[in-house]
């Protein structure tokens, strides 16, 4: 399928930028209503990722998800969520602010919003800050070890469409896969009148897939950059 292709660039994305000392992985936050909430990079596990069957680092909140996979299956029905990708050891500098083809957020974004049933995306936790004045928002410039640095990472390290050598945060929410057990009404082309869905084998839940697919498509924009 196409996003197994991207996948596979994906590797090879993350090889070229393990040698540039950038690292990118992911994890996923939420599975229907179940979730962590927003969690910083630094205190997610790997190892826990790793040995979670939904990529999600909280053992306590992953029983839940597997919990409403669960039921979903049972009702015929299908859940989505939200992953969340990261890239650590980013220079600053990569994309540009002059033109809006340019700019490395735009270009994430773009990548994230084409994988099947990503219908949107933030950077940090964009939607939240949304709702607060600009002294909440905004990451304060301080002393660094050699270089300036920012004391939050509330923008997800992106500014002005640029990078700004903070890690990149990035979140894509999936809505859930449309292919039901249990349809929903559509039109027949033929007749016109009211008719199920078709009605097929489906996943549940593809939310875990989805962030694999995420990562690469990050690795492969910032390897491109």
């Known amino acids: ?6 996948v596979a660039a994906g590797v090879v994305a993350k090889a070229r930028l393990s040698e540039l000392g950038v690292g ?3 994890w996923v936050e939420s599975i229907g209503s179940e979730g962590t909430g927003p969690l910083e990079a630094l205190a997610v596990d790997p190892a826990a990722v790793a040995a979670s069957d ?3 680092p909280d053992e306590a909140v992953s029983v839940r998800m597997r919990g409403a996979i669960d039921a979903a299956r049972e009702a015929g029905e299908s859940l989505g969520g939200v992953v969340c990708v990261v890239a650590e050891g980013v220079v600053p500098g990569l994309g540009g602010y002059a033109e809006a083809r340019a ?6 974004a773009s990548a994230l919003v084409s994988i099947p049933a990503i219908k949107g995306v933030s950077f940090g936790n964009a939607f939240a800050t949304a709702a607060l004045p600009g002294s909440q928002v905004h ?3 301080v002393p660094g070890s050699g270089a300036p640095r920012r004391a939050t990472n509330r923008a997800g390290g992106v500014e002005g469409g640029m990078t700004n050598g903070e890690s990149i945060v990035v979140r894509a929410a999936m809505k859930p896969i449309p292919t039901l057990m249990r349809p929903l009404r559509t039109v027949a082309i033929v007749t016109g009148a009211v008719a199920d869905a078709a009605r097929e084998r489906s996943d549940v839940c593809a939310v875990p897939a989805a962030a694999v697919v995420a990562e690469a498509a990050l690795a492969f924009v910032l390897a491109d950059a």
Do not use: F, L
């Open 24 to 26: 990118v992985r992911s």
């Open 1 to 6: 399928r196409e996003t197994a292709a991207r």
């Open 54 to 56: 939904v990529s999600c």
């Open 139 to 141: 990451d304060e410039i």
């Open 103 to 108: 700019r490395i957020d735009a270009r994430i």
